[in-house]
C-alpha cells in the first residue's frame, strides 16, 4: 500500500494467473502452390502463423506451379514454365521462372474464361495487380505474393512467414517440423489429414507440440 496516494500497487491474484499461463499458438506449415485450392486458405484462417515450407524439394507435375481452372472448352491447365532441366533436387526456393511471358497470358486466360462470372469485377482489380507484377524470378516469390492477395481479399489476417527464416538443420522430416514449431514458439501443430500417413506424433509430443488434425469436411 502506498500511503501517499491509496493505491495498492500489488497485483490482482487473476493478473498473475494470466501472466503465469503460456500463451497458446498454433501454427500451420505447408509447401507454397499456384493458386491453391479454398480448403488451403481455411488452414491458414484457422491458425496464428503460417510458415510457407519452401527449402524442401520442388516436384514436378504437382500444385506447385501449376493449376487448373474452367474454361469455355472445359477444364484448362495455367503453368509457370520453371527451369528444370539438370536440376532435380532443386528447392521450391530455388526454382527459377523460364518464361516471363507468362503472366500476361494467364491473366488473359482468366479475364477470358471468367469476365462474365459473378463477382469478378470485384477481384479483376487485384488479380490484375498480380499478373501485372509477377516479375519476380523465383517461383516461391510468386505463389506467396499471389497467397498473400488472395488473403486479403478473404480478410485473413494471419501471420505468413517463409522456412527459410528458420534453422533447418535435422535431416528427419519430422524434427525439422517440430523444429520449426518450437523456434516460432509454437504449442500446438496444425497438419492436413494426409500426413497422418507419416507424420510421428511421439515426436510432436516430446517437444511439446500438440498435433491436430485440418478437416475439409464441408
Known sequence: MDPGNGTNDSPHPNDVCRRQTPARSTVAILQSN????????DLIRRVDEFI???EVQYTRRDWRNRNRIKAAAGVQ?????VEVSGRYDQKISETLVADASWASRHWKTLQ????????FDLVAPHLERFYNGATAPRLAEINEALIRIVCEL???STHI??????????EDATDRLVAIC?????TTYLSGPAARAYLDEAKFAAGGVEVAWMSYDG
Open 77 to 81: 491447365w495455367l503453368t509457370i514454365p
Open 112 to 119: 477470358h474464361s471468367y469476365r462474365r462470372a459473378p463477382a
Open 182 to 186: 518450437r523456434e516460432a514458439g509454437a
Open 154 to 156: 478473404l480478410g485473413i
Open 34 to 41: 499456384y493458386i491453391p485450392w479454398k480448403g488451403y486458405f
Open 161 to 170: 512467414r517463409q522456412s527459410s527464416e528458420f534453422a533447418l538443420d535435422a
Open 52 to 54: 510457407l515450407y519452401d
